[in-house]
């Protein structure tokens, strides 16, 4: 199946500060989405992004399909943002749903 | 409109038992799919419903089954309970490719 990699696993911020996260895909997909997950387990979608570039507010995502990665990058970090950041993916044989998880980003920002 | 809503939110059961856990998609969404969370194994795809019909299906034995109602409702049935069953299972309903979580409901398997 679809390998799903996520990179870095762990990341400590200070409140204010920028990152990026990414996320490497080993299939072509026609879904990829970005979800934070909340300390109570809320998972929250954040972008839906198969190819191109969105933003919301302090948060972007840029997709490159052709070259199977995915970019969230996170800008003026505030303790609300900690969390763990999940990237999922739906290859393109008519299972969109069917999403396949990386393992996750936790990032923690600090004051 | 109202996001997902997952019922019961906590459970706790016994080895052998049986549990049933319910899902309510938003409003005009057709597609119900169902997810395993486990500390080892991380979110797992179980099974998608679409229009009262299993659409696609995960890597997981028997015992998990579900359905969906005309209603778009869903509910997914593990059977024979084992320890290893404790999780965080996520329901999410979805339209044009993006998926809305639900709070989850958290199974104890003791």
């Known amino acids: 199946g679809i390998q799903v990699e996520q990179s870095p696993p762990d990341l400590i911020l200070q409140e204010g500060a920028n990152s990026t996260l990414r996320c490497n895909f080993s299939?072509?997909?026609?879904?990829l989405q970005w979800f934070h997950q909340n300390p109570w387990g809320q998972l929250i979608n954040l972008f839906y992004?198969?190819?191109g570039t969105k933003q919301n507010g302090r948060l972007s995502a840029t997709t490159v399909a052709t070259e199977r990665y995915s970019l969230l990058y996170i800008s003026s970090s505030q303790t609300t943002d900690s969390g763990v950041y999940f990237c999922?993916?739906?290859?393109?044989?008519?299972?969109?749903?069917?999403?396949?998880f990386g393992t996750g980003t936790r990032l923690q920002v600090t004051l | 409109k109202a996001g997902v809503t997952q019922t019961p939110r906590y459970l706790i059961k016994t080895r052998g038992q049986q549990v049933t856990l319910s899902c309510s998609p938003i409003?005009?969404?057709?597609?119900v799919s169902w997810y395993q969370q486990t500390p080892g194994q991380g979110l797992q795809f179980l099974f998608e419903?679409?229009?009262?019909?299993?659409?696609n299906k995960g890597n997981f034995p028997g015992r998990f089954s579900g359905r969906q109602f005309s209603n778009s409702r869903s509910e997914m049935n593990v059977s024979t309970l084992e320890l290893g069953d404790s999780a965080l299972y996520l329901c999410?309903?979805?339209?044009?490719?993006?998926?809305?979580f639900g709070p989850g409901t958290r199974l104890l398997v003791l």
């Open positions: 992004i198969p190819s």
């Open positions: 299939d072509s997909v026609n879904n």
């Open positions: 419903y679409f229009s009262e019909t299993q659409r």
């Open positions: 999410a309903s979805s339209t044009r490719g993006t998926q809305y």
């Open positions: 409003s005009g969404h057709r597609s």
């Open positions: 999922a993916v739906a290859l393109n044989t008519g299972t969109a749903s069917k999403l396949t």
